[in-house]
């Protein structure tokens, strides 16, 4: 009888593994249909992070355009994007990656904005074996022990970059007394995390703090605890739908009269959205328009050239983090001259990307060990309407910091990302 057992698990486990090498076939003629490769996009039209996702969407447009514009890869091979609504939402994300392997075939995905999207999505991609590029998430976990995996990268700076580069600007123009205002998930709670640790480095003070639920739309309540506090500067965690309904506040409430304003992590679609009159502090923003940095002006032409008449004129941090995912992804499709999932991890991990390809001041890259992209992060101070070049000139940037100087190392980030099935 546990001869027959384990002829039965044995003629079961075979079947099993029959039905994968059919499902990966699939998975390949699927995903290359008319000589199309065909990455998949979760990307927020709806919910918190809309805006975000429409821009680094328009960066994924652009990469792909130019792309098939020049031939296509593999041989010719052109991009096709088969983009799906995660709603701002991490069970919904998941939903729709998992339809876009099973069904659709798909081997490649990015995007997310959310960072609990993006850990949801981490998950699905572990579970397939499948490739997510992380666009537009910051939260320490993404790349950290939490939700990292050798098939996820992320394009966009960590928490901990964006504060070492922001914080002692602040504790030195602004003051050293902080407030802090945090979106209560994963990347709020690392925002706040790393302005603690540079306050303590610095010999700063902390007088206090609020967490915002996702879908707050009145901070009055929180407006008026800060205010007692008396701080310096106000630390704000916020993004999305809420920090728009946040600026609109804070600028109603006369707030920024008695405390400076620090966005840790400043998205220009919201304060676009809110006008320059409501524009005010010093923040930390992932890049700019107006960076002077090889490549930046040709790409701004080409994004102008292409959505002439957009509501947004301009391309954003979100926009490029879109692009530079796609076209990357592409060159180490090509790179590996194969679609095979661990073939491009592998052309992926340690890539240096040069400056003019980078978009901003010198060559990017990617870790090898934890698959951050490691570029500059800038320092902002919101212009006055009169200081203003144009309509789009809506910040000055006073500062910035290479990457390599504010990344996390090894022992504040000991991840350790798995073997793939092939080594």
Not at 330 to 354: M, T, W, Y
Not at 394 to 418: A, K
Request: hydrophobic share 40%; net charge negative.
């Amino acid at each position: 009888m546990i001869i027959e057992r384990r002829l039965l698990f044995m003629g079961a486990k075979a079947v099993r593994m029959i039905g994968f090498v059919l499902l990966v076939l699939f998975c390949t003629a699927a995903a290359c249909a008319n000589g199309e490769i065909v990455i998949g996009v979760i990307s927020p039209a709806s919910g918190n992070y809309a805006d975000h996702g429409a821009a680094e969407r328009r960066g994924m447009e652009m990469a792909a355009d130019e792309i098939n514009a020049a031939g296509g890869i593999l041989g010719g091979k052109k991009i096709k994007l088969m983009v799906e609504d995660s709603e701002t939402d991490p069970a919904v994300a998941a939903r729709k990656a998992r339809r876009l392997i099973e069904v659709e075939g798909i081997k490649f995905l990015m995007g997310g904005v959310s960072s609990s999207v993006a850990a949801s999505l981490s998950e699905v991609a572990k579970r397939y074996q499948v490739l997510f590029i992380a666009t537009n998430q910051n939260s320490d976990e993404i790349t950290g022990v939490e939700y990292g995996t050798r098939y996820m990268f992320r394009v966009c700076p960590d928490m901990a970059m964006a504060l070492r580069a922001l914080g002692p600007y602040v504790l030195k123009e602004v003051g050293d007394k902080w407030f802090f205002l945090t979106h209560d998930y994963t990347w709020g709670w690392s925002g706040t995390k790393w302005g603690r640790e540079v306050l303590k480095e610095h010999g700063g003070t902390e007088v206090g703090e609020l967490k915002v639920p996702l879908g707050t739309r009145d901070f009055s309540a929180f407006l008026l605890r800060a205010r007692a506090a008396k701080p310096d500067a106000i630390v704000i965690t916020v993004g999305g739908i809420d920090r728009a309904a946040l600026i609109e506040q804070i600028y109603e409430f006369g707030i920024y009269k008695e405390m400076t304003i620090v966005y840790t992590l400043y998205d220009y679609e919201d304060p676009w959205a809110a006008g320059p009159e409501k524009n005010v502090g010093f923040h930390g923003t992932e890049w700019y328009h107006y960076v002077d940095a090889p490549g930046v002006p040709e790409f701004v032409g080409r994004y102008q050239q292409k959505y002439r008449g957009a509501l947004m004129p301009v391309p954003t941090q979100n926009t490029v983090n879109g692009y530079l995912a796609l076209r990357e992804l592409a060159k180490a499709i090509d790179r590996a001259q194969s679609l095979n999932v661990p073939d491009v991890i592998r052309a992926l991990e340690g890539h240096v990307i040069p400056e003019g390809e980078s978009l901003g001041p010198g060559p990017a890259y990617i870790q090898e060990w934890d698959h951050q992209f490691v570029r500059p992060f800038y320092i902002v101070r919101s212009k006055k309407p009169e200081e203003m070049k144009d309509r789009t000139d809506l910040f000055e940037v006073v500062g910035w910091e290479l990457g390599p100087n504010i990344i996390r190392s090894r022992e504040e980030n000991p991840v350790q990302l798995e073997k793939l099935p092939d080594e």
